[in-house]
T-cell receptor
Framework: ETGVTQSPTHLIKTRGQQVTLRCSSQ?????VSWYQQALGQGPQFIFQ???????GRGNFPPRFSGLQFPNYSSELNVNALELDDSALYLC?????????????FGQGTRLTVV | DQQVKQNSPSLSVQEGRISILNCDYT??????FLWYKKYPAEGPTFLIS?????DKNEDGRFTVFLNKSAKHLSLHIVPSQPGDSAVYFC???????????FGQGTELSVKP
């Protein structure tokens, strides 16, 4: 049983560019959530995907968007990158009917915007 | 608006002693709370949880206490071990939107 994997682990982008982060959910998990963790802060909820549809969204602008694929893997896309988007982006997957108690996090993608 | 707060950014404890990490919340609608542990370069790992119908939940060396009237919870680690050194996040489950709301984290250092 593989865990949650995210790619890439690190990347550097220039302000104004676009970025796509990827997440493979744990086997059997159909719900994927994305979080942004700024330095010195706790993770902040971006959005959640369930059965390929957005199932809840945090206080993030529309330039943050996502996708979930039939195999439950997911992408986070950020357009028009800003310096403040520099953060650790975490993906978490959880099985059906769960309160995220069993949410498993990936190791994260460290994004630096310069 | 920080709905979940961990007011101590760091805590240092001697090996074998008790570690107490605290967390406060503001939203009385929260009914489920979780603690996560995070090592550098790894994602958060679920540690222990508690439902609002309980005031205590225990799992080995880890115990979480919930005081609903004070909107306060705490994680006790007894005895503390050097391997417990990590950042600990308190989180509340928010049913609307299916999301976890995290505190800022407390970095625990357990010294041998």
């Amino acid at each position: 049983e593989t865990g949650v994997t995210q790619s890439p682990t690190h990347l550097i982008k220039t302000r104004g560019q676009q970025v796509t982060l990827r997440c493979s959910s744990q086997s059997g998990h159909n719900t994927v959530s994305w979080y942004q963790q700024a330095l010195g802060q706790g993770p902040q909820f971006i959005f959640q995907y369930y059965r390929e549809e957005e199932n809840g969204r945090g206080n993030f602008p529309p330039r943050f968007s996502g996708l979930q694929f039939p195999n439950y893997s997911s992408e986070l896309n950020v357009n028009a990158l800003e310096l403040d988007d520099s953060a650790l982006y975490l993906c978490a997957s959880s099985p059906p009917g769960d309160r995220n108690t069993e949410a498993f996090f990936g190791q994260g993608t460290r994004l630096t915007v310069v | 608006d920080q709905q979940v707060k961990q007011n101590s950014p760091s805590l240092s404890v001697q090996e074998g002693r008790i570690s107490i990490l605290n967390c406060d919340y503001t939203n009385s609608m929260f009914d489920y709370f979780l603690w996560y542990k995070k090592y550098p370069a790894e994602g958060p790992t679920f540690l222990i949880s508690i439902s609002s119908i309980k005031d205590k939940n225990e799992d080995g060396r880890f115990t979480v206490f919930l005081n609903k009237s004070a909107k306060h919870l705490s994680l006790h680690i007894v005895p503390s071990q050097p391997g417990d050194s990590a950042v600990y996040f308190c989180a509340a489950w928010y049913n609307q939107g299916g999301k976890l709301i995290f505190g800022q984290g407390t970095e625990l250092s357990v010294k041998p």
